[in-house]
């Protein structure tokens, strides 16, 4: 639900940019990024669309305050990048406050999550985990929030899955066509 309210809102934006659209926007993308680490791919999709609409000859309709039209590429690259910043404001303040802007996961100052000092995660994803011990580093995630975020990157990589009375945790190239084949026979 939250993408798809990020992308309607992202599609009214294109058309219109005004505070009510920016709002929806903003707000269905941080719920998004709070509620699922994969609607992290939502950023780079709303990048790509946002840069189109720099692309586009025709003029953005803005109504902030008092209508006008940006109608140059550099121009409208400003308000992309604003509209980014604003993405990345509110999605940064809703994931402290969905975490009571606390960084420990808990009000103990000895527990801390340290997944990626684990072999076997530092060995399946080892950029991830440099990536996450500078943020906890510095603080810029709660510590919960990073290290979820990486165990459960780990976790995707392999994952045990059941197929016509076989277990394997490679799994099958052809189990979602198969899948799907067998629903669409079901009633």
């Given at each position: ?95 402290w406050a969905v975490y009571d802007f606390r ?32 943020a906890d580093e510095h603080r810029l995630l ?46």
């Amino acid at each position: 639900m939250f993408c798809f309210g990020t992308i309607y809102f992202l599609w009214r934006t294109a058309r219109l940019l005004s505070v009510g659209n920016l709002c929806g926007l903003a707000g269905f993308f941080a719920l998004g990024q709070v509620t699922k680490f994969s609607a992290l791919l939502l950023g780079p999709i709303v990048l790509a669309l946002l840069v189109m609409r720099v692309c586009q000859n025709k003029p953005w309709s803005m109504r902030l305050g008092r209508q006008s039209d940006v109608s140059g590429r550099l121009g409208k690259l400003a308000v992309v990048l604003s509209i980014v910043v604003i993405l990345t404001a509110v999605t940064w303040v809703a994931i402290w406050a969905v975490y009571d802007f606390r960084y420990l996961p808990s009000a103990s100052p000895t527990w801390r999550w340290d997944f990626q000092r684990d072999p076997v995660i530092l060995q399946r994803a080892p950029l991830l985990t440099k990536a996450v011990d500078w943020a906890d580093e510095h603080r810029l995630l709660p510590n919960a929030y990073t290290q979820g975020f990486l165990l459960g990157q780990v976790k995707a990589q392999k994952r045990s899955g059941f197929l016509a009375g076989n277990y394997s945790i490679e799994g099958w190239w052809y189990f979602f066509p198969l899948a799907f084949l067998i629903k669409l026979r079901s009633p």
